[in-house]
């Protein structure tokens, strides 16, 4: 399972031209982009969940724990494409929807069981994501 973290003053996903899920405006906050492979289960998804609710990026070396800060969870498979041969990406790291879907959901329950307030996008949904990077950061992780 990969986590794409990216510190935001404002982040919002929408399916059909619909904000589904949202950070708002000047409140700073993580966009969680989610990828989940073959061998991932409810014990990592929980792990980062923790990993991310405490992880030190936020202003002030805050964490979300730390600040209540909001966090948009958005499914993201494409996290484990394989560029290594050709121009085009390989997607086969990538878990079949059907297990990835109540992974990423898994995750984000974690972090709302944590005391996060969480927004999300919709799984296997074509979504349009805006955001603001603040600083900028973007973490990678990973177990």
Known sequence: MRVLVQRVTSASVS???KVV???????????ALVGV?????PD?????????????????EKSAADVDAPILVISQFTLY????????????AAAPGTVAE???ASFADALVQLGAIVETGVF??????ELVN???VTVLLEL
């Open 15 to 17: 399916v059909d031209g």
């Open 21 to 31: 899920g949202a950070i708002q405006p000047g409140r700073q906050g993580l966009l």
């Open 37 to 41: 492979t073959h061998n991932d289960g």
């Open 44 to 60: 990592q998804a929980r792990r980062l969940a923790e990993k991310l609710w405490n992880l030190r990026i936020l202003s002030d």
């Open 81 to 92: 494409a394989d560029t290594a041969k050709g121009r085009r990406p390989s997607w086969n």
């Open 102 to 104: 109540p992974l990423v």
């Open 124 to 129: 296997g949904a074509h979504m349009q994501v």
């Open 134 to 136: 603040d600083g900028p």
